[in-house]
């Protein structure tokens, strides 16, 4: 069975400092891998998705980059966090058709201080 | 433009109540698909149900209902006596990009408690 891993849970970061997140899927092949961050009492926004390896495509401009050096590893990570990079990361995978739905990892809370 | 609306913050219901959770959504699309999502305290989603625009059945999974109507752009979601482990936050989302990314519009969640 497929199982999507992201690290680290928690993290606190003060302002400047870089950022790396990782989430790894296992169990299927060329998954389509995305990043979204939940703020504070709000919905989910999608920052980042890839079809596969190398390709990126980005959502909203912002403080943020994304990179997938393997087919099922997906990268967060920005080179000077600000304090509006707070929130809950969630990476997630899908299969490749349209109506498959969104797997989720379990999050990784990011505070910047 | 897709936006995805659940005008309903945070409900709270005593375990064994019917409790709706309303979604409201728009997009220009014929084609498109509807999802609901959990999210209980510990923070990952948790998938419950997808639709596509051309299936209007309504779905029964045991103690969960889903009412799909595009009359009314809705698509609410009920849950049958209530649980205490209900209490979660839910998102309705929608996707209407055909190039088969998932790229979903959420809502912005309905936070259900239930207590004993």
């Known amino acids: 069975s497929q199982t999507i891993h992201q690290w680290p849970a928690t993290l606190v970061q003060p302002v400047g400092s870089p950022l790396s997140l990782e989430c790894t899927v296992e169990?299927?092949?060329?998954?389509?891998l995305y990043w979204y961050r939940q703020a504070a009492g709000r919905g989910l926004q999608l920052l980042f998705y890839?079809?596969?390896?190398?390709?990126i495509s980005s959502e909203v401009p912002q403080n943020l980059s994304a990179s997938r050096p393997q087919d099922r590893q997906f990268i967060l990570s920005s080179k000077k966090l600000l304090l509006s990079d707070s929130g809950f990361y969630l990476c997630?995978?899908?299969?490749?058709?349209?109506?498959?739905?969104?797997?989720f990892g379990n999050g990784t809370r990011l505070t910047v201080t | 433009a897709q936006k995805v609306t659940q005008a309903q913050t945070e409900i709270s219901v005593v375990e064994k109540e019917d409790v709706t959770l309303d979604c409201v959504y728009e997009?220009?699309?014929?084609?498109?698909?509807l999802f609901w999502y959990k999210q209980p305290p510990s923070g990952e989603l948790v998938f419950l149900i997808r639709?596509?625009?051309?299936?209007?059945q309504n779905e029964i999974s045991g103690r969960y209902s889903w009412n799909f109507q595009k009359s009314t752009s809705s698509f609410n979601f009920t849950i049958t006596a209530s649980q205490v482990v209900d209490s979660a936050v839910y998102f309705c989302?929608?996707?209407?990009?055909?190039?088969?990314?998932?790229?979903?519009?959420f809502g912005t969640g309905t936070r259900l408690l239930v207590s004993p």
């Open positions: 890839s079809v596969g390896i190398g390709q």
């Open positions: 169990g299927t092949s060329n998954p389509n």
């Open positions: 989302a929608l996707s209407d990009d055909d190039t088969g990314f998932q790229k979903l519009v």
């Open positions: 997630a995978w899908s299969g490749g058709m349209l109506n498959s739905p969104l797997h």
């Open positions: 997009t220009r699309d014929t084609t498109y698909y």
């Open positions: 639709r596509n625009s051309f299936d209007e």
